[in-house]
C-alpha cells in the first residue's frame, strides 16, 4: 500500500511564476510508478507525468518539469511560467500494486492573473 | 477518439430508487475503473475491471453493484443508496496495466450524483 503526503494545501501564483509542488510518498514495493494528474473546474482528472522507479532521471516536457528523488520518496512537479489555465486541484499518484493507483489528498492551485 | 463518456452528468435520487451509471471508452482499452470522489477529497478506488471481469472490490457495500457487459462499457448500478453516497462518481479507463501498475488512466467527466 501506498502512503501520499501533499503538505501545500493551497497556492497562489501571479501569472508567469514559476510553482513546485510537492509530494512525499511512501511504500514497500521495490517497483513502481509515480503519477501526476491534474482536476481543473470542470471536474475531469488529466494524466499529466508519470515516472517508473528505476529511472530518477529528470525530465522536462513544455512548461512542465518534475525532480524524482528515490532517496528521499519525492516527487515534486514543477509548472513553468504558469498560466491562469493550469489553475486547478493537483494530485500527486503512486502506482505499486497492479492497477491500483493511491490519490494523494491535491493542491490547489490558483493563478492570478 | 480518445475520450472516455459518462452518462447521466447529474442525478437525482431517493432512497428506495434503483438508477445506473453508464461509462463507455473506444480507445481499446481492457481495464476499466470507478472512483468516487466527495467534495475537496481525493478520488477512491472503488472497483476495478480486467478483460470484462472484475479484479479488484474495493470492500464496496453492495448497494453499489458493477457491471461490465463488454469491453467498451462500464455500468454502476445503485440500490438503496444513502445520503452519505452523494458524491462525484468518475470512470476511468488504462490499456491493461503491466505488473506495478504503470499505465495512465483516462478519466470521463463523471457523474454527480445527490441521494435524498
Known amino acids: 500500500a501506498q502512503k501520499v503526503t501533499q503538505a501545500q494545501t493551497e497556492i497562489s501564483v501571479v501569472e508567469k511564476e514559476d510553482v513546485t509542488l510537492d509530494c512525499v510518498y511512501e511504500?514497500?514495493?521495490?517497483?513502481?510508478?509515480l503519477f501526476w494528474y491534474k482536476q481543473p473546474p470542470s471536474g475531469e482528472l488529466v494524466f499529466l507525468i508519470r515516472?517508473?522507479?528505476?529511472?530518477?532521471q529528470n525530465e522536462i516536457s513544455g512548461r512542465y518539469s518534475w525532480n524524482f528523488q528515490k532517496s528521499t520518496s519525492s516527487f515534486n512537479f514543477t509548472i513553468t511560467a504558469s498560466q491562469v489555465v493550469d489553475s486547478a486541484v493537483y494530485f500527486c499518484?503512486?502506482?505499486?500494486?497492479?492497477?491500483?493507483?493511491?490519490f494523494g489528498t491535491g493542491t490547489k492551485l490558483q493563478v492570478i492573473p | 477518439d480518445t475520450e472516455v463518456t459518462q452518462t447521466p452528468k447529474h442525478l437525482v435520487m431517493g432512497m428506495t430508487n434503483k438508477k445506473s451509471l453508464k461509462c463507455e471508452q473506444h480507445?481499446?482499452?481492457?481495464?476499466m475503473y470507478w472512483y468516487k470522489q466527495k467534495a475537496k477529497k481525493p478520488p477512491e478506488l472503488m472497483f476495478v475491471?480486467?478483460?470484462?471481469?472484475?479484479?479488484i472490490n474495493e470492500s464496496v457495500p453492495s448497494r453499489f453493484s458493477p457491471e461490465c457487459p463488454n469491453s467498451s462499457l462500464l455500468n454502476l448500478h445503485l440500490h438503496a443508496l444513502q445520503p452519505e453516497d452523494s458524491a462525484l462518481y468518475l470512470c476511468?479507463?488504462?490499456?491493461?496495466?503491466?505488473?506495478?501498475?504503470?499505465?495512465?488512466?483516462?478519466f470521463g467527466p463523471g457523474t454527480r450524483l445527490t441521494v435524498l
Open positions: 476511468a479507463s488504462s490499456p491493461l496495466a503491466t505488473s506495478g501498475g504503470g499505465n495512465e488512466q483516462f
Open positions: 511504500t514497500r514495493d521495490t517497483t513502481y510508478y
Open positions: 515516472r517508473n522507479s528505476f529511472d530518477e
Open positions: 499518484a503512486p502506482s505499486g500494486g497492479y492497477q491500483k493507483v493511491t
Open positions: 480507445m481499446g482499452h481492457r481495464a
Open positions: 475491471y480486467s478483460y470484462e471481469k472484475l479484479s
